[in-house]
């Protein structure tokens, strides 16, 4: 069994993203995948939040995967080992509780793209894997410029924007006019 982060699920998850075919191709060739509950949330949230899939979608996602993988829960246990993790690595919660549930369960080789969490598995004896080559990495950075507002009040601002859409075109319309296409509050 393997440990898997949440990144390379989102990646995969994503039908215009760069990194999904490489991501899925490298999950669906390995039969058994841990993550944690934890990782599944992040995943929810960014693909609703980061990436503007419909909650409906990332529901369906969630389930699907919460089936297809091993998930491990959130005990109290996990989680207190897990912020000794996060403070000694300076990763994320999230991925300490990965990092935790992939050590309990003597797992050694874990998949990521993110380099932080790459160093805390290095650290701790466990191997890393991760398909996004530079090459990807190269074609998700033009494709995240192009697709994704900045960082900041311009993500939020398109997500409150969305979310008025939703329930008022027109309203949708002014708001988009009075945070000049979103870049700004006035």
Request: proline content about 3%; overall charge negative; hydrophobic content about 45%.
């Amino acid at each position: 069994m393997k440990a898997l982060d949440s990144n390379l699920l989102v990646y995969a998850s994503l039908a215009n993203h760069p990194a999904m075919t490489a991501c899925e191709q490298y999950i669906t060739g390995y039969p058994e995948w841990l993550t944690s509950i934890v990782n599944l949330v992040e995943l929810w949230r960014v693909l609703v939040a980061v990436y503007g899939v419909s909650e409906s979608d990332a529901d369906t996602k969630f389930t699907d995967l919460s089936r297809a993988l091993v998930v491990e829960d959130l005990t109290p246990a996990v989680a207190a080992a897990s912020l000794s993790l996060r403070q000694t690595y300076r990763v994320d919660f999230n991925d300490a509780v990965l990092l935790e549930s992939a050590r309990q369960r003597g797992v050694t080789v874990l998949a990521t793209d993110d380099s932080q969490l790459a160093s805390a598995c290095a650290a701790m004896g466990i191997a890393v894997e991760n398909p996004v080559t530079p090459a990807v990495r190269a074609q998700m950075t033009h494709w995240e410029n192009q697709n994704l507002p900045a960082k900041g009040l311009s993500r939020i601002l398109l997500r409150v924007h969305r979310w008025i859409e939703q329930h008022d075109a027109t309203l949708a319309g002014v708001f988009h006019s009075a945070t000049q296409a979103l870049s700004r509050l006035v």
